[in-house]
Nanobody, 119 residues
Framework: QVQLVESGGGLVQPGGSLRLSCVAS????????AGWYRQAPGNQRELIAS????????NYADSVKGRFTISRDNAKNTVYLQMSSLKPEDTAVYYC????????????WGQGTQVTVSS
C-alpha cells in the first residue's frame, strides 16, 4: 500500500511557475513509476508526465513538453512537477500516481491539488 499526498497547487498568472510535490509513504518508492495526471472540468484525466523508478527515463505529453519537468528524490520519497510558462489551459486538478511496472494492480493515487492559471 502506498499513500500519496500532493501539495504546491494554487493560483498563478499566465507565464508564471509552480512546483508541485507528491510525498509517498508505505512502500519502497523506487519500485514504482511515478506520474502526474491532470483533469480539467468536463475532460478526462490525462497523463502529462511520468518518471521511472530511479529517474532514468521521463515522458511528457505534447501539451506540456518543454514547459514542465518531472523529477524524483527517492531518499525523500517525493516526486516533483516543475511547471513553467503556465497557460490558462493548464488549469486543472493535478493528481500524483504511483504504479508498479511489474504488478499492474499495484497502482495508487493522491487526492489531487488544484492549479488555476488566471490573470
Amino acid at each position: 500500500q502506498v499513500q500519496l499526498v500532493e501539495s504546491g497547487g494554487g493560483l498563478v498568472q499566465p507565464g508564471g511557475s509552480l512546483r508541485l510535490s507528491c510525498v509517498a509513504s508505505g512502500s519502497i518508492f523506487s519500485l514504482y513509476v511515478a506520474g502526474w495526471y491532470r483533469q480539467a472540468p468536463g475532460n478526462q484525466r490525462e497523463l502529462i508526465a511520468s518518471i521511472t523508478g530511479f529517474g532514468i527515463s521521463t515522458n511528457y505529453a505534447d501539451s506540456v513538453k518543454g514547459r514542465f519537468t518531472i523529477s524524483r528524490d527517492n531518499a525523500k520519497n517525493t516526486v516533483y512537477l516543475q511547471m513553467s510558462s503556465l497557460k490558462p489551459e493548464d488549469t486543472a486538478v493535478y493528481y500524483c500516481n504511483a504504479r508498479n511496472p511489474i504488478k499492474s494492480t499495484l497502482e495508487y493515487w493522491g487526492q489531487g491539488t488544484q492549479v488555476t492559471v488566471s490573470s
